[in-house]
């Protein structure tokens, strides 16, 4: 049985668990959130939904006693209009940083043992916190991460030669935040390298997109949920199947001392390998400059 809870039932949350529930890709479905009302309403919405949905799918109004036969948790919680209204994740560190440690300790009270995936923003500093008042490893704590940015990245590179996002490869590294940066040494399409396909400027230009990109969808809607729950739930998909999916996800990354965006694989254990990239001496120092910003906003807050 595919056993999932999803904490933090807001734009993200339900959407998590929407597409869970229609793909058929959890058997057991426990929804929480701190607004008894919200996550009821969802789970009311969900059950609605049943006779029409292609597969059968038990969903829970959740507990935290639940998660102790939970394979999966999802982290959600938040406050978006935080980051809108700042326009930096950072902007709901404050709150984040609280409800982490409301959420890690009863995580930990529950005896879960199981794979959390945390999607709360400031992601990697989120997921640090989350990883210290769990307990759990290092390998089963992750974020998302990257893997957003380097779906933004393809999308924009995609766009820019007329091709399918699917077929270009390579990473946004760093923080899922303004530090981050599209490590063009490890970008190819359909093979060929971006070196050869742009200039340094265009280069420049291009990089700054996927953050661009992603506040106008939050600030246009308020908030941004299908592209960060299809990451989310191909993450989910990649522990349920042990798929060993090489992505860039938020991970504790030993050379900088913090959780950050970083390809690893994914697979039944959570992390089972951070892969260590050959960058260039420029993106290293892009990296480095990433952790340290994470790194400073962790360090205020003890
Ligand atoms: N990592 C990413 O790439 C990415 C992308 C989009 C959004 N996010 C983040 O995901 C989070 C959720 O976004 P959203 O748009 O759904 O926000 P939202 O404000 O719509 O919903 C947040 C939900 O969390 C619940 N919540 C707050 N504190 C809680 C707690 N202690 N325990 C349980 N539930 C709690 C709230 O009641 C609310 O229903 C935010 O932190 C947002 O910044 C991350």
Known sequence: MRNVAVIGMGHVGATVAFTLFTHGIV?????????????????????DTLARN??????????????KNVDVVVTSFGDIAATV?????????EINAKNAKEVGEKIKESGFNGILINI????????????????????????????????????????????????????????HGASQFTAWSTVSINGKSAKELFTK???????AQPNKNS??????????????????VRLIQAVFSDA??????????????????????????????????ELTSEEDEKLEESAEIIKKHIAQLK
């Open 27 to 47: 058997d057991n479905l426990y929804l929480l959130d701190k607004n008894k009302a919200k996550a009821e309403a969802e789970y009311n919405d969900l059950r």
């Open 54 to 67: 292609d597969y059968h799918v038990n969903v829970f109004l959740g507990d935290y006693s639940d998660l």
């Open 85 to 93: 209204k700042t326009g930096d994740r950072f902007g709901e560190f």
């Open 120 to 175: 709360s923003n400031p992601c990697d500093a989120i997921s640090t916190l989350l990883q210290e008042t769990t307990g759990l490893s290092k390998k089963q704590v992750f974020g998302t991460g990257t893997f957003l940015d380097t779906a933004r990245m393809q999308r924009i590179v995609g766009e820019e030669l007329d091709e399918d996002p699917r077929n270009v490869a390579g990473f946004v590294l760093g923080e």
């Open 201 to 207: 400027e265009q280069e420049e230009k291009l990089s």
């Open 215 to 232: 506040m106008k969808v939050a600030f246009g809607k308020g908030y941004t949920s299908y592209a960060i729950a299809t990451c989310a």
């Open 244 to 277: 060993r999916l090489f992505a860039p996800t938020s991970v504790y990354l030993d050379e900088v001392g913090t959780y950050i965006g970083y390809p690893a694989i994914i697979g039944k254990n959570g992390v089972e390998k951070v892969i260590a990239l």
